[in-house]
């Protein structure tokens, strides 16, 4: 079982993505909405893992993974991008972001990429 933090705009999404993670055995541990609250929730929690939506308010979810990898290279974050947006999401990986999802994804996908995560 993993600590998860998820971060996206959507309520919808957050909700989707907890129940996918809560089935296969991990605990989110909070979420946000924002780019700043994915960088305030993974100094305050320290997740195993966290979902970061590509397109957000407040800070771009790239620029959060860059700030979230400056404080911990070793962060496994996992960005969620909307198809159309796979060339950034590719780039995401060039800066130390672990994985990717395409939107609209499956469960299955969501918990191979976790449970891949967690394995690097």
Do not use: W
């Amino acid at each position: 079982m993993a600590t998860v933090v998820v971060v996206d705009d959507a309520a919808f999404m957050r909700l989707m993505l907890r129940d996918i993670l809560v089935e296969a055995g991990h605990r989110v541990v909070a979420e946000g909405e924002n780019g700043q609250d994915a960088i305030d929730l993974f100094q305050a929690y320290r997740p195993d893992v966290m979902t970061l939506d590509m397109v957000m308010p407040r800070k771009m979810g790239i620029l959060a993974a860059e700030e979230i990898l400056k404080l911990d290279p070793r962060a496994r974050l996992i960005m969620v991008s909307s198809v159309g947006q796979e060339e950034v999401a590719k780039g995401a990986l060039k800066l130390g972001v672990r994985a990717y999802l395409l939107k609209p994804f499956r469960p299955d996908q969501v918990k191979s990429c976790v449970a891949d995560v967690l394995v690097l």
